[in-house]
């Protein structure tokens, strides 16, 4: 299957250093959704940059059957909806990948 990549960046300048009560549900709701999609098979990979400057992005790994597919999962997500992340969607195709991939993620993602 046909596999992308979204890139997230924060919308807001200060969001990093306070975030709104909104941007904090929107934030939780984005990982929630995230990992129901990763149980489900069509999230790859999920995560973000660990630095806390202007520079700071994620990005979602997924597979879908078509651009148009990817994109609606993209816009779906619930802080790109809320505006709270700025996305950009990509078509990417992994490829290597370590075994050791599944021994860094959480055990369980929610």
């Known amino acids: 299957m046909p596999q992308f990549l979204y890139q997230i960046r924060p919308a807001r300048a200060g969001f ?3 975030p709104t009560p909104e941007e904090c549900e929107a934030v939780e ?3 929630d959704y995230l990992a129901g999609l990763t149980r489900q098979g069509v999230v790859l990979l999920a995560g973000r940059t660990t630095n806390d400057d202007v520079s700071m ?3 979602v790994l997924l597979e879908a059957p078509s651009e148009a597919a990817a994109r609606d ?5 619930p802080a790109v909806a809320a505006k709270v992340f700025a996305a950009e969607l990509f078509p990417y195709r992994v490829a290597l ?8 993620a959480p055990s369980d993602p929610s």
């Open 97 to 104: 990948a370590s075994p050791r991939l599944l021994d860094l």
């Open 16 to 18: 990093l250093g306070a």
């Open 29 to 31: 709701d984005h990982f």
């Open 73 to 77: 999962v993209m816009v779906a997500d």
């Open 57 to 59: 992005f994620g990005i």
